[in-house]
């Protein structure tokens, strides 16, 4: 199984930025899967910010701090999973990774599908910067 993400860079405060997580070596519409993105600036921990999880039907999970802002959709045709960014501010500076557990997650709630060590398959990240 392997994770690459696409879509980072440099943007201004208040713009919008959509991050791709492509997945390999399972198909999502053969298989059930729970796909995550984390972020993890310098001097903080990693930090699970959305979930969408096909074994509840596509149920999606976000954190609070980008709740209303962000959201987590999937292309299962293209193996993909997207995080739509809006409103980007600088505290959203930080190397997006995502990751996925296959296999039946359900009745596991927030806190857990944001957990990180949940998830066995990680992406490398991509770089977002939010200037002021």
């Known amino acids: 199984v392997q994770l690459v993400e696409s879509g980072g860079g440099l943007v201004q405060a208040g713009e919008s930025l959509r991050l791709s997580c492509t997945a390999s070596g399972f198909e999502m519409d053969d298989v059930n899967y729970a796909i995550t993105w984390f972020r993890q600036s310098p001097g903080k921990d990693r930090e699970g910010i959305s979930c969408i999880n096909s074994s509840e039907g596509g149920r999606k999970y976000y954190a609070n701090s980008v709740k209303g802002r962000f959201t987590i959709s999937s292309d299962d045709a293209k193996n993909t999973v997207y995080l739509e960014m809006t409103r980007l501010v600088p505290e959203d500076s930080a190397v997006y990774s995502c990751?996925?557990?296959?296999?039946?997650?359900?009745?596991?709630?927030?806190?857990?599908?944001?957990?990180?060590?949940?998830?066995?398959?990680w992406g490398e990240g991509t770089q977002v910067t939010v200037s002021s």
């Open positions: 990751a996925a557990s296959l296999g039946i997650n359900i009745g596991i709630g927030r806190q857990g599908m944001l957990d990180p060590g949940r998830y066995r398959y």
